[in-house]
Nanobody, 122 residues
Framework: VQLQASGGGLVQAGGSLRLSCAAS????????LGWFRQVPGKAREFVAA????????VYADSVEGRFTISRDHAKNTVYLQMNSLQVEDTAIYYC????????????????WGQGTEVTVSS
């Protein structure tokens, strides 16, 4: 599976962005998907994950209620809708795929996209 993330950019605090991650490969529908983020000098951290069947998703406490993960099997794409953005959300965002039911840890993901940068200004 190859993943290509896009949609990052510069936004003011309180604004919204939608990240997309397009996947190639016929097995996309068999993978659970996740979004992570990383700030220079810090470890990559979990943001959200969604299972093969979709549904509500699982979220880090820091983004619960503000971010929504979703997937479109027909388009082989996973999305991260980010609302009420805060300066603390500034990071490079990565999408990832796992063969597990779902996973919250970096180590449990098998494939990674290249990252898209999100900058939130005050």
């Amino acid at each position: 599976v190859q993943l290509q993330a896009s949609g990052g950019g510069l936004v003011q605090a309180g604004g919204s962005l939608r990240l997309s991650c397009a996947a190639s490969g016929r097995t996309f529908s068999t993978y659970s998907l996740g979004w992570f983020r990383q700030v220079p000098g810090k470890a990559r951290e979990f943001v959200a994950a969604i299972t093969v069947s979709g549904g509500r998703g699982v979220y880090a406490d820091s983004v619960e209620g503000r971010f929504t993960i979703s997937r479109d099997h027909a388009k082989n794409t996973v999305y991260l809708q980010m609302n009420s953005l805060q300066v603390e959300d500034t990071a490079i965002y990565y999408c990832a795929a796992t063969s597990r039911t779902y996973a919250l840890s970096v180590i449990n993901y098998d494939y990674w996209g290249q990252g898209t940068e999100v900058t939130v200004s005050s």
